[in-house]
């Protein structure tokens, strides 16, 4: 909404962003070569979980729900759970 305050911002396409890295790994090196950096995302748990994502790749481990889930660690019931991972 215009002139609400907010910076523009869709959260639709950073989910559709998560959701691509969850499926396609070759995705998550099109957001590094594109510098989409985890403290870009309008929604914070969505910069969790894009930063999980790096993490897991930066280890060399697979990007799964799985092992995103298990990078957040802590966070991931505050990022939303499993269920968000696997809704995304």
Wanted: proline share 3%.
């Amino acid at each position: 909404m215009v002139g609400d305050g907010l910076p523009p911002h869709d959260t639709n396409a950073e989910e559709a962003v998560l959701a691509a890295c969850l499926l396609d790994s070759s995705a998550v090196d099109k957001c590094l070569v594109a510098h989409l950096e985890a403290g870009m995302f309008f929604r914070e748990q969505n910069g969790w979980v894009m930063q999980a994502i790096y993490d897991c790749a930066g280890v060399g481990w697979e990007i799964t729900q799985t092992t995103v889930a298990n990078k957040l660690g802590g966070r991931i019931d505050e990022a939303g759970g499993e269920p968000y991972l696997a809704e995304i």
